[in-house]
């Protein structure tokens, strides 16, 4: 009789010998994804914060929707496309995107699809807090000051890039490989970091985001958004692609 990886999960074996050696993000939401991979392929984190948290700029239903149904299915696809590859499953999921060119071909759009959207989300989340919001902070509010010329033109260039994504997708603040703030979109769950750009704060436009609540009005959703961002985490993901 042979184990699987999985029958070796249930009896415990392997989960001890693993040991966190990347820390591309500090953050608990990070490590723990970075824990479960080795004995289990990717895992959907946990919430860090209760779904009703972000109420009233983002409401309860779609928060439970989008984490439990959404972003599980994105981690159950790109588990089930790696499955055959324990060399990549192994590797960090923001690791995997940064080498997208080594993906096999007949995988590499489903990576892309759902790693993507793993990764994507799971920057999300921290992104938003409650009892968050107002004017940027610490390092990431100086580089806003010098890079747009204040929060207003960052907000009205981030905005824009929401408004003007066709379909799906996502509006960025990213940092370049020469280390400069600079506001993007992409479409679908296509992750900045497959460009080599470190993204700092993002947010989803995909409809499933916002339809419960404001319906066609992706508008007022962004405007409603930036009540909820966590500048704490956006300094902290700004000094990790600075170091
Ligand atoms: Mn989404």
Redesign the pocket.
């Known amino acids: 009789m042979t184990l699987n990886r999985r029958d070796m999960l249930r009896a415990g074996v392997g989960v001890a010998s693993f040991a966190l050696t990347e820390r591309l993000f500090v953050s608990p939401i990070m490590s723990q994804v970075a824990e479960a991979r080795a004995a289990r392929g990717y895992m959907l984190p946990k919430l860090p914060y209760a779904a009703d948290a972000l109420e009233p700029h983002i409401d309860a239903r779609t928060m439970e929707i989008?984490h439990g149904k959404?972003?599980a299915t994105y981690v159950e696809n790109v588990n089930k496309a790696l499955a055959e590859h324990p060399q990549l499953q192994q590797k960090d999921p923001i690791a995997l995107l940064r080498g997208i060119e080594q993906v096999p071909s007949d995988i590499r759009q489903t990576v892309i699809n759902n790693g993507g959207?793993h990764v994507?989300?799971s920057l999300?989340w921290n992104m938003m807090a409650p009892n968050a919001g107002g004017e940027p902070t610490g390092e990431v509010g100086r580089a806003i000051e010098r890079a747009f010329g204040g929060f207003d033109k960052l907000k009205t260039a981030f905005n824009d890039a929401g408004m003007k994504r066709f379909g799906s997708g996502w509006a960025w603040l990213v940092v370049g490989r020469g280390g400069n703030l600079d506001v993007l979109s992409t479409a679908n769950q296509d992750s900045p970091f497959m460009q080599g750009l470190s993204p700092v704060l993002g947010v989803?436009v995909?409809e499933?985001?916002y339809y419960l609540k404001y319906q066609n009005r992706r508008a007022d959703y962004l405007a409603a958004w930036w009540n909820v961002v966590n500048w704490d985490y956006v300094n902290e993901l700004y000094g990790q692609a600075r170091a």
């Open positions: 989008h959404h972003h959207g994507n989300h999300f989803d995909w499933h985001a």
